[in-house]
């Protein structure tokens, strides 16, 4: 679906990657997790392309279609309703149904078989692609998010910023994309959306990248954790519970491996010492 390879990105001497590597597979729930300033919301931009690496490779599946909430959209503006802009993700159907307008209204004049043809198949595709019912998807999925059907028909420049954000989300899922890129997509809300997007992830069928510091709900939703460090991505294939605890266990096992190689460095050296004590009697006895 999405690999990388071998990437690094420089912020002027800095490597805030270096040859990292990640392979993110259809269907997978992901937290992308780590300390803050080693990266996570930088390497989503690098996935999507709005920033560019230094060296290595990001290579995408043909034809993938990414979902991608970030914290910029806090800034975006509208003067149309809330619902308009969250059926702004169904840019086919919403063209489909002004084209099927048109040309209803062109058969008040025009009955040749050329309209009623083109109206046809028109009418078909909308079908194809649930038209009909797009309406009741963007309601139910803002009604999840903490909307009520008068909020819907609100300006979302009436809106604060972080019911705008809601907004934004409920747009990104209605477009039902690929993958999700979510960074911190429970920063604006309240328990019960928070509750209701767990829901939705878990269902949701195309695979999720999610950066953010709820640890509780990161393990509600993912089934694998990365972390960012130190310029390197590092897989574990659990939740954020099981990263905490496979964590600890590999750093035993590496304590455990670095003490083993203290002790075989400890008992070469004394050979060394030892082979070195018996040349020099050697040579003194030679000497005599």
């Known amino acids: ?13 800095r490597a805030l990657y270096d040859e990292a590597n990640w392979h993110i597979k259809p269907g997978e729930k992901i937290g992308l997790i780590g300390a803050n300033g080693t990266g996570k919301t930088t390497l989503l931009k690098l996935i999507v392309g709005d920033l560019k690496a230094t060296s290595g490779t990001i290579s995408k599946s ?25 059926m702004e993700a169904f840019a086919r159907q919403n063209q489909l149904h002004d084209e099927i307008e048109e ?24 079908e194809a692609l649930d038209g009909y019912n797009i309406e009741y998807k963007a309601h139910e999925i803002l009604a999840g998010l903490g909307f009520s059907d008068a909020d819907t028909e609100r300006k979302l420049s009436t809106f ?92 035993e096992i590496q304590k455990g491996e670095f003490k083993n190689q203290q002790a075989k460095i400890k008992q070469e050296e004394r050979l060394i010492e030892r082979f070195r004590a018996k040349a020099s009697k050697a040579k003194m006895a030679q000497s005599r």
């Open 160 to 251: 604060s910023g972080g019911w705008r954000m809601r907004v934004m989300l409920a747009k990104i899922l209605l477009q039902n994309p690929d993958i999700l890129l979510l960074d911190e997509p429970t920063n604006h809300l309240d328990l019960p959306s928070i509750q209701w997007l767990e829901d939705y992830l878990r269902g949701f069928e195309g695979a999720v990248v999610i950066v953010s510091h709820d640890r509780w709900f990161l393990d509600k939703v993912i089934n694998k954790t990365v972390e960012s460090r130190k310029g390197k991505l590092t897989s574990y294939s659990g939740n954020y519970s099981f990263y905490v605890e496979e964590k600890e266990l590999r750093g």
């Open 103 to 126: 040309l209803l209204k062109k058969l008040e004049t025009d009955y040749s078989e050329d309209v009623l043809h083109k109206l046809s198949d028109k009418q078909s595709e909308f």
């Open 62 to 86: 043909k034809d993938l279609t990414i979902g991608y909430l970030n914290q910029d959209l806090l800034s975006y503006a509208s003067d149309k309703s809330i619902l308009h802009v969250a």
């Open 1 to 13: 679906m999405i690999a990388i390879n071998d990437l690094t990105y420089e912020i002027g001497s």
